[in-house]
């Protein structure tokens, strides 16, 4: 599958840290604005530094929990590849269920088994929404040139005196 031409694993674990640090600290910035934002006291001074000093304090731990989930998930990812040699989306799902269950593991088995359950099945809704789409999208612009059939040439008459008559 096209899809899943990635990058290598070592790589990966890497690219797919720091997207998710970057993802958490720029949602988590614009999260912690808002709310920084409304929890300061009234008067627009007050407000914006609320708002930065919600930004400096949460912003970076959040990334940094997107970071740990995301290189967890790469790790289990690059291994199921390794393991059972082959790329495919009970990978990724296999992975949210296992990254899930084991950022869990503080708070008991009955936590490990629903974020587990709950991993899975949000890794599943992805890969299924991706496959669709990749369907759906290929079905919408067929792949290379298409091209009007020709109409065959007309018969050429041939060279002989009776069938020259004919065409007369």
Not at 53 to 67: E, H, N, V, Y
Request: proline share 7%; net charge positive; hydrophobic share 40%.
């Amino acid at each position: 599958m096209e899809e899943y031409a990635r990058e290598p694993c070592p790589w990966r674990i890497v690219d797919d840290c720091g997207g998710a640090f970057s993802m958490g600290a720029i949602g988590g910035g614009i999260f912690q604005a808002v709310k920084g934002f409304r929890n300061a006291p009234s008067g627009m001074s007050h407000r914006m530094r609320g708002s930065m000093t919600a930004i400096k304090t949460r912003a970076p731990q959040l990334g940094g929990s997107f970071a740990v989930w995301g290189g967890l998930f790469s790790m289990i990812d690059c291994s199921l590849v390794k393991v059972r040699g082959k790329e495919d989306p009970w990978n990724s799902i296999t992975s949210g269920a296992m990254t899930g269950a084991i950022l869990a593991a503080r708070n008991g088995p009955m936590a490990m088994v629903g974020s587990a359950a709950m991993g899975g099945f949000l890794l599943a809704l992805i890969e299924g929404s991706g496959i669709l789409l990749t369907r759906f999208a290929s079905s919408q612009f067929p792949t290379g040139p298409q091209f009007a059939e020709e109409p065959a040439p007309a018969p050429m008459p041939s060279q002989s005196f009776g069938d020259y008559r004919q065409y007369q």
